[in-house]
Each structure stands twice: as C-alpha cells, then as structure tokens.
C-alpha cells in the first residue's frame, strides 16, 4: 500500500519545541512519543513529505497507522484529535493527514533564502527590460525576445508584440509578465483554429479582461 519515497531518510525537531511547547500540557509522555513519531511517518510514507498518506494522497486506515506507530489506534485517535485542535494537524476531504508546520522546521536556509533569491533575481531581469511594440508598452528582457523569435520567428514575433501592444494601449490589459501574456495569447489562438472538418475547436483560454 505505502512504499518508501527513499531507503533512509532524517527529520529536523523544533528542539525548543519538544522540551517546551505546547505538546508538553497537550500530551501525556506517551502521546508526545507519538507525535515524534508521527513526524517521521509523514516523511517516510507516501509521496508527500509531511503528509501521512498513500501514494494517491489519499488517508490510511488507523488500524495501519498505528502499527506504523506501534501505538493503539485508541492512542493514535487522541493524539490526533489534540493535534487538530491546536492547529498542528489538518485532515483534508480524502483523509490524507498533513503536519501543518513541517515544511517550516524541514526547510534549511537554502530553502528560507529561495523565495527571497527568485524575488532578487526577477528584480534583476525586469530592470533589463526594454519597451517594444507601437505605444512601447510591452517589456520585454533581451532573453525573453530572443526566445519568441526561437519559437516564432522575428516576423511572428514582432506581429504578436503590436498585437498585445495595441491590446494595452486600448484596453488598459495588464500582466505580470508580458512574455507569458504573448505565450498565453498564442495558445488562445490556438485553441480557436478550425479542425480540418471546418468546425471550432474549443478553447479553452480566456482573457480575464474579456470576461
């Protein structure tokens, strides 16, 4: 039912936590030991880590938990109920368990500093982008350009930078993005070919704007 995503693996602990948080009135020793290990469960089951759960996300039974735990499902039932209550714990509609902070003490600094570097790094990538288009309106960084001309060709390219250019001037649209609204348009357009039969295909691309 449950294969391991790796042959050995480790977890972090909020150290802090263990010997002062709030598991230590809402547990009895015994439920604390459970709770230890259930965060190495969660790791070691299924293909999520810090949910207990099958490969198809969805829940276990209790009585297989609990021989994972080596505990009572009566046991593992009021460790369960305690966590929920206080916020550690959420049971989504098929049954799979999530440890709510997991990913939170797993992650390292790597990890911490990533969204902050990606942040930093699109900074970077927008300062370099240059207006194109009619009413230059449409940013774009010089890879950006050069990989619309890769997949359309400078011709196309350029038809479809007038084309979102013209959109903006006229109807105010506005993207994070512009080289992934010119992507997106691309495929709506797709999507709205004639099959070789004559009839439309459906699309199923929609402009916010043009809803």
Not at 161 to 172: M, N, R, Y
């Amino acid at each position: 039912m449950v294969r391991g995503r790796k042959a050995r693996t480790w977890v972090k602990l909020d150290c802090e936590g263990v010997l002062r948080g709030s598991i230590n009135y809402l547990l009895t020793l015994e439920g604390q030991a459970i709770w230890v290990k259930m965060i190495a469960l969660s790791e070691v089951c299924g293909g999520r880590p810090g949910f207990i759960e099958d490969n198809n996300q969805n829940g276990l039974p209790f009585i297989y938990i609990a021989h994972e735990l080596h505990c009572t499902v009566e046991q593992f039932e009021n460790v369960l109920d305690s966590m929920k209550n206080d916020g550690a714990i959420h049971v989504n509609g098929t049954g799979s368990i999530q440890l709510v902070n997991f990913h939170h003490y797993q992650f390292g600094e790597y990890d911490r500093q990533l969204p902050y570097r990606e942040k930093k790094k699109q900074a970077e990538l927008d300062a370099n982008k240059k207006p194109y288009g009619e009413f230059s309106n449409v940013m774009l960084a010089d890879k950006e350009y050069e990989k619309l001309v890769v997949r359309f060709g400078e011709i196309k390219t350029k038809a479809k930078i007038e084309t979102l250019s013209a959109g903006v001037e006229s109807k105010g649209y506005k993207y994070n993005s512009h080289y992934a609204a010119i992507l997106t348009w691309d495929r709506m357009d797709e999507s709205r070919k004639p099959k070789k039969d004559g009839v439309l295909e459906p699309h199923q691309y929609t402009r916010a704007e043009d809803a």
